[in-house]
């Protein structure tokens, strides 16, 4: 029966609320006031107060701690499977639902009142002067179970119908992120943080959600992916780029060849057009020493003519000669290095071939020598081993000999050795077994016997109480009840409503099941549940504190449950009709007290005979807890079945029942448990 704390909110001292001088607040704006879950996992109706300041939920396994963790990021919004799979339940939304029921509903009331408040639409007139005066904003959540395996989700904001979007933009506007694990830690998430079994990758993740960091990291991973992706398409353009790189500069080359080539073009031009403009100038100055002259020169300009033009095609044809010379010096000159080349490298193979020749033949030399010195040597041994042979074999026939006789007398004394030894190691497995078996049963005994020796004095303690209350259930539950409720009685309470309790007080077993008394005592949560007050206000705590600590010291161990007057609620129909529950075996006097029994303990449990009525219902498969005469625990949730000794065998009279049947089964009880005690001493 461990027991775990669930959550805590740490908040400011009550100060005075902006635009409302003198008016004190309760807390900071979004601290949880209270959370009412309906049909919601485990709890088909629960609601819960919380304290403004540190609050604390603890209980046993499977109770539904978590599923109120559950409900509050439900109704903020969140998701509450979204960090592990089994978080809060079944992963999908159908989970939150109770089996059995086609709706859920989460309410969760939040603080409003401080600086910056949260401003959303009223219902009604009426709504808004209440939740003015009470500066409260209420969530609701509401879930239907859809045909196909389906959810659907509602929400509202002071009872004006929400979506998703403005109840997270409320949670946002208070700063509860009920998605961060660091804010809002399930026990699923918390185990898989400690199984970490991936090298550190769920811690790293669990530390990126913390920090909101991990849409941060994402786009790290996308900027790195694009990077890579344009590194690749540079390297492409680079790939490609050096061949047009090289044609570039071959065309560059053919370029300079072609202008250099224009250039000498022209510069014979000029020469020839001067030349031939030196000739026409030189006969226009002997044009003036006579008309003879003038034919002569006529012709020699003529002849000059045709002159320049077998000039100009032996240019050209000179100009190709020496272009198609100058393409065949090139082609011989790659030939000549390539000859020049192979030439070398075929030297150089000659050389290589002739070392290795001479060092051929010096090896064959020494090797030749080498095979007649061998030769002799294996005629020498040829005939030292002749010799020995015959020796050897001699030898070789005695050895063997004393070799198997040595091997039969190792092979008997082995034999017997490994039997002995076999022998041996029985013994001593059988006296080890045997010494682990006798220590076991001597622990067990002895632990056994302290035990019942603990439950013979608790007994003897339980009759002695029952026997100086002389009937008065106040002193069965403890002898300073009577003097702590006068002065409760006598005290003034702030909320004008004094304590409710003893919850044993208020509750009477009816005759017909006192032969139940053990379980449904087990079942309201014994001793701690039987004397617990009821507060109507965290004021009206705190001064049961304090008269508590005055009056009746002993008694600062009972548990104040704190909770608003209300009518009496109305239980849930038990999904099984046809066995009695605790409900069905007492009767309570007060409504906060029957409150809070629905509140805090079991009431709905089943009331059965033993393990035989336990076997039946398992057989069922419907969830059930159920507590039978001697106070045992049987239970079934999903798959899991038990049972299991969660109380005492015998009442203690922790409510109003017969005196002499409580006086009674406390005797028997007190008998038995010393008859045990002493028969285990007895063992041990």
């Not at 409720?485 to 005759?511: C, D, F, T, Y």
């Amino acid at each position: 029966n461990n027991r775990f704390a669930l959550a805590a909110n740490l908040m400011p001292a009550a100060r005075t609320s902006a635009g409302r001088p003198g008016r004190p607040i309760q807390a900071e704006n979004g601290v949880l006031r209270s959370i009412t879950l309906t049909n919601f996992k485990a709890h088909s109706h629960f609601h819960l107060d919380f304290n403004p300041h540190v609050n604390f939920i603890v209980g046993s396994n499977g109770t539904g701690k978590s599923a109120i963790l559950a409900g509050v990021i439900q109704a903020l919004g969140g998701n509450p499977n979204k960090h592990s799979g089994t978080a809060g339940g079944a992963r999908a939304a159908q989970g939150l639902i109770q089996d059995g029921k086609d709706y859920a509903s989460v309410v969760l009331v939040l603080y409003n009142g401080s600086d910056d408040p949260w401003e959303t639409q009223r219902a009604s007139t009426q709504t808004q002067a209440r939740l003015e005066e009470e500066r409260n904003v209420t969530v609701t959540s509401e879930l239907t179970r859809l045909a196909g395996n389906k959810t659907s989700s509602r929400y509202k904001i002071n009872g004006v119908a929400a979506t998703r979007k403005q109840v997270a933009a409320l949670a946002e506007h208070f700063n509860l992120q009920v998605e961060n694990p660091c804010a809002v830690l399930t026990q699923a998430v918390h185990a898989n943080f400690l199984r970490e079994t991936s090298g550190g990758k769920r811690r790293y993740d669990f530390f990126l959600a913390a920090c909101n960091a991990d849409v941060v990291r994402d786009r790290l991973l996308s900027a790195r992916d694009e990077y890579k992706g344009i590194a690749t398409s540079l390297e492409k353009h680079e790939e490609r780029g050096a061949p047009l790189a090289d044609r570039v500069a071959s065309t560059s080359k053919l370029v300079a060849e072609a202008s250099r080539r224009d250039a000498l073009e022209r510069d014979v031009s000029a020469a020839e057009a001067e030349l031939a403009w030196a000739e026409v100038r030189k006969v226009e100055r002997a044009a003036g020493a006579g008309e003879a002259e003038v034919s002569r020169l006529k012709d020699k300009v003529g002849e000059a003519t045709r002159r320049e033009e077998s000039a100009v095609e032996e240019l050209g044809r000179l100009r190709a000669l020496t272009e198609e010379r100058t393409r065949e010096r090139e082609v011989r000159l790659q030939q000549l290095h390539a000859a020049q080349a192979a030439a070398k490298a075929a030297a150089q193979e000659h050389r290589k071939a002739q070392r290795a020749a001479g060092e051929a033949q010096d090896a064959l030399g020494e090797t030749r020598g080498e095979l007649a010195a061998a030769r002799r040597r294996r005629d020498e041994v040829s005939a030292q081993h002749e010799r020995k042979r015959g020796n050897l074999d001699s030898a070789k026939a005695a050895a063997a000999a004393r070799l198997d006789a040595a091997r039969r007398s190792a092979g008997d004394a082995k034999a017997a050795a490994a039997a002995e030894v076999a022998e041996v190691e029985a013994a001593r497995e059988a006296a080890a077994r045997q010494a682990r078996a006798s220590k076991e049963r001597a622990d067990g005994t002895s632990k056994r016997a302290e035990a019942l020796r603990r439950e013979a004095a608790a007994a003897r303690d339980d009759l002695s109480r029952a026997r100086s209350a002389q009937g008065d259930h106040l002193k069965r539950i403890d002898p300073a009840m009577p003097k702590l409720l006068a002065e409760l009685g006598r005290a003034r309470w702030p909320s004008g409503h004094p304590p409710v309790g003893p919850i044993g007080a208020h509750v009477r077993l009816k005759q017909e099941y006192s032969s139940r008394a053990a379980g449904v005592e087990t079942a309201l949560g014994g001793w701690p549940g039987a004397s617990a007050f009821i507060a109507a206000s965290n004021a009206d705590e705190r001064q049961l504190l304090r008269l508590i600590e005055t009056h009746a010291p002993k008694l600062c161990s009972v548990r104040i449950l704190v909770q608003q007057r209300e009518a009496r609620f109305k239980p849930a129909p038990s999904r099984h009709p046809d066995v009695a529950s605790v409900l069905d075996a007492v009767e309570v006097d007060d409504d906060q007290a029957f409150n809070a029994l629905l509140n805090f303990y079991s009431p709905e449990a089943l009331l059965i005979g033993g393990l035989t009525d336990a076997r039946q219902l398992f057989k069922k498969r419907v969830p059930f807890v159920a507590f039978d005469a001697d106070g045992m625990k049987h239970y079934l949730r999903g798959e899991l079945e038990a049972s299991e000794q969660t109380g005492s065998h015998t009442a203690r009279g922790l409510m109003r029942m017969d005196s002499a049947a409580v006086l009674s089964g406390l005797e028997q009880r007190q008998a038995a448990a010393e008859a045990e005690a002493a028969q285990a001493a007895e063992e041990a």
